[in-house]
């Protein structure tokens, strides 16, 4: 009977929250004598130990959260995590391609166009041609020059007019800027434009001094012709001005540098001919 009093009492502790310190009493009677070791229960000790040891280690909680934790331990906040700025993607910065970079990609495109084939040209060292702005000359020289970065074939001209002065023209471009001297017959057909009626410049002296430039950059040796009729005309009418002089002397000396090319004569018999084929001043009667 004492052991089963005594399993009894023990049993009755945990229940009712007290402990192995707390109540002397209780521990008397759960104590078991040292005759009744062996005989006496096996959970007995281990209880016994689990109460008067230490305290149970506490369970894992959550740092910074708002449950139930353990009072001896320090609540610790978790720092709220600071948004990252984003950054503005960056610009891209315009790069000015330079002008020969510029050049080189348009006649690549040309070229590419074309199907990749070197444009030909029918004008050929020694011809006679014709500039627009120069007058009649000669191809002297085909050389391959790097004048703009990078290395191109020119043609050299030399001026009818002015033997000192040479021109180079690119070759890929000589095609639209010359072009070859006229013919025996188109040279007599030039001369015909002095029979024409002159045109003066009426009200409108500008707009005519406009008209008379643009036929001498033309390039045409029928519209120069006209420049030389017209200024003829009105010098030995009315007189003109010093700058219109300019103009009708470098209409002459244009239109008789091709008119000698074309009649295979010298510039001074192409000017003779110009004066036969200009219309005579009236004299007036006395």
């Known amino acids: 009977m004492p052991e089963t009093g005594s399993d009894t009492l023990s049993e009755a502790v945990p229940q009712t929250g007290g402990t192995a310190e707390n109540s002397p009493a209780t521990a008397d009677r759960t104590d078991p004598s040292p005759g009744k070791e062996g005989a006496g229960s096996d959970k007995t000790p ?51 391609v330079p002008a020969k970079r510029v050049r080189a990609r348009r006649r690549a495109g040309a070229a590419k166009s074309s199907g990749g084939k070197k444009k030909q040209t029918s004008f050929r060292v020694g011809d006679k041609v014709v500039h ?112 219109l002089k300019r103009m009708l002397s470098k209409a002459r000396t244009t239109l008789s540098s091709e008119l000698a090319f074309a009649l295979r004569i010298n510039p001074d018999q192409a000017l003779e001919r110009i004066d036969q084929a200009l219309p005579k001043p009236e004299t007036p009667e006395e």
């Open 46 to 96: 281990a209880r016994k130990e689990a109460k008067a040891g230490e305290q149970p280690a506490p369970a894992a909680t959550d740092v910074g959260t708002s449950g139930g934790t353990d009072p001896g331990v320090p609540k610790v906040e978790a720092e709220p995590k600071k948004a990252s700025a984003k950054k503005a993607p960056a610009k891209p910065r315009s790069r000015r």
């Open 132 to 243: 627009p702005h120069h007058g009649a000359a000669e191809i002297i020289k085909r050389s391959k020059l790097d004048l703009a970065g990078e290395p191109r074939s020119y043609f050299e001209l030399e001026i009818a007019t002015e033997s000192s002065l040479k021109v180079l023209i690119p070759v890929d471009t000589i095609d639209e800027t010359i072009r070859p001297v006229i013919t025996k017959t188109a040279a007599g057909k030039v001369l015909l434009k002095f029979k024409e009626e002159p045109q003066d410049s009426g009200a409108n002296w500008s707009r005519w001094y406009k008209v008379l430039n643009e036929k001498m950059t033309s390039g045409d040796i029928f519209q120069v012709a006209e420049v030389v009729r017209d200024l003829t005309h009105a010098q030995h009418a009315k007189g003109i001005s010093p700058a």
